[in-house]
């Protein structure tokens, strides 16, 4: 059912609804709450059900909130959604704590195909799992400003775990407190569907708690891949699709760098763009479907080959073998060298687009460091929450670092600005951020700027200490691959075969490397994804030799 006061907008809303899902339910539409109300009277009394209900927010007489509040009476396990024709946090709030309301729609919602069948999609899909069972979630009791908050609540939104959060001075927060036995001391405090309590939970912790797969299901694979970026995910859906015994290993969440970009457009086959968590999502899925497990929260702190096996160690302690491994851990954003900004991270300060603050961005100027693809991407989402947005670029210019059709939409949106030449010097603030010192690189002189959010995308730095001297890396810790580990027609160190290594191949046989933590690999995720294919490719020639 839709709901919607404006006929054309009522109309525009079920004809996109007809066309997905008209073959397998009834869509009905109502032009005022009063008419949904007695629609939804007699399908009750016909005996029939309703997956999902679509209210717009702001109609007369009786609002969307009002209209779904007693819609939960007649339906009460329909799922719902609210149409908004902006973002409105009193909504938002009001919304969750009366009806728990699933998901948010902003008008317009077009193309259907990326703004509104995936949302929908979702609906259905928890309605006919859940069936008459009411939808699980996590409770998350914490601060605002606190950086450890911050991060359950990122991590629980990267990996799709629905939760409420409540801040620790409502009074609701204080009952969840004490009927855990917690106290505002242990914050943040997660409780789950079934009542257990965890209290400053690490990210393994949480994964276990939340039904995350941690704990591989063999000792053995054919397959493993480390890394759940598009380039790990690319090799676990073609490994297990091609009959590979595969698992693949992620630190935090699937996706990585891409999973966090708000929206991707030159990826192929999606021209009206798509974020990077739903393409992500989109590929565990794929992924899982074809067999591949999936292991969150596992670090991997070691690699090594003990004959023809390829051991990964976690830092439990505990390992896994494989006849391969494709190496796709990605990189991470460096850290911004500046004054006070190690204190206020996670506190007003974050590294990537931290979607989850977005809500918190509204009326705020937001700054946001870097001149790449991320940088821009997160610039074009946050105009969209923010009054105004400022990119700040240590290079003159963003031609040599940004795809120029992300060029011209910044110039398009008026409340973004580009400063060259510029970097943040110090972090300010007492409990969260609160002002920035800005250098200019041409004068030296200095400007002091309140803000309460600062993104940060700079660099790349790959994290490859862990993999010790059997992994050849270059000057910077990216990973050398085939031809680059042949030198003068000499042959790695050690290298132990009677070929050379094949493209993707590492210095030691068995192990692949794709994506962005390769050297010389071109730093874009439909390269990562076709690597992370290779990669596969290349496993089979592996194996067949042996």
């Known amino acids: 059912m839709t709901v919607d006061d404006d006929p054309a907008v009522s109309r525009s809303v079920a004809r996109d609804l007809r066309r997905r899902y008209g073959q397998d339910y009834r869509v009905i539409r109502a032009d005022s709450g009063t008419d949904a109300l007695d629609a939804l009277r007699e399908l009750k009394l016909r005996g029939d059900t309703v997956a999902a209900i679509l209210a717009d927010y702001r109609m007369p007489q009786m609002d969307g909130i009002t209209f779904l509040e007693q819609a939960m009476d007649l339906f009460p396990h329909a799922r719902r959604a609210l149409l908004t024709a902006y973002a409105d946090t009193d909504a938002a709030i009001q919304a969750i704590n009366v009806v728990d309301v699933d998901h948010y729609l ?3 919602w077009d193309p259907p195909e990326e703004k509104l069948y995936p949302v929908v999609d979702a609906l259905v899909e928890t309605w006919c799992a859940a069936g008459d069972r009411p939808v699980e979630e996590t409770k998350i009791i914490g601060h605002r400003w606190s950086s450890p908050s911050y991060r359950v609540r990122e991590f629980l939104a990267r990996n799709a775990v629905p939760y409420r959060w409540y801040s620790v001075d409502e009074p609701e927060a204080a009952r969840l407190l004490e009927a855990a036995g917690a106290t505002a001391g242990d914050i943040p405090v997660l409780i789950t569907p079934d009542g257990a309590v965890l209290k400053n939970p690490d990210e393994h912790g949480i994964a276990d708690a939340v039904g995350l797969s941690t704990r591989p299901a063999a000792e053995f694979y054919d397959l493993v891949v480390i890394g759940g970026g ?16 595969t698992v693949l290993v992620e630190r935090q969440a699937t996706g990585g760098q891409a999973g966090q970009s708000s929206r991707i457009e030159n990826y192929l086959g999606f021209p009206d763009g798509v974020s990077g968590a739903q393409l992500t999502d989109r590929a565990r899925r ?17 690699l090594e ?3 023809s096996a390829r051991v990964i160690r976690f830092g439990d302690g505990s390992e896994i073998a494989a006849h391969s491994v494709v190496l796709a851990s990605g990189v991470s954003y460096r850290a911004l060298e500046a004054d006070g900004v190690a204190e206020l991270t996670g506190r007003g300060v974050f590294y990537g687009s931290a979607s989850t603050e977005a809500p918190e961005c509204a009326g705020e100027h937001v700054y946001i460091v870097g001149g790449a693809n991320s940088a821009g991407q997160a610039a074009v989402f946050f105009s969209r929450h923010a009054r105004e947005v400022t990119l700040l670029v240590r290079g003159p210019s963003l031609q040599a670092s940004m795809s120029h059709y992300l060029i011209e939409q910044l110039d398009a949106i008026e409340n973004v600005h580009v400063r060259t030449r510029t970097t943040v010097v110090r972090a300010d603030g007492d409990d969260h951020l609160e002002r920035l010192t800005l250098c200019d690189q041409e004068t030296g002189e200095t400007e002091t700027v ?8 700079i660099g790349a730095a790959p994290r490859t200490e862990w993999l010790g001297d059997g992994i050849a890396r270059d000057g910077h810790g990216f990973v050398r691959t085939g031809p680059d580990l042949v030198v003068e027609g000499r042959r790695p160190p050690g290298w132990p075969l009677d070929r050379d290594p094949h493209y993707l191949e590492s210095s030691i046989p068995g192990v692949f490397v794709a994506g962005d933590v390769r050297a010389q690999s071109v730093k874009r995720v439909a390269s990562a994804v076709g690597e992370g294919a290779m990669a596969v490719t290349l496993v089979h020639r592996y194996l067949e030799q042996q």
């Open 286 to 302: 794929q992924a899982q479907k074809f067999g591949a497990e999936v292991l969150t929260a596992r670090d991997v702190v070691a």
């Open 305 to 307: 080959a003990r004959g």
């Open 450 to 457: 309140e803000t309460g959010h600062l993104f940060v995308f």
């Open 230 to 245: 598009p380039a790990g995910l690319g090799a676990a859906v073609y490994g297990a699709s091609e009959g590979l015994r």
């Open 106 to 108: 902003l008008k317009p």
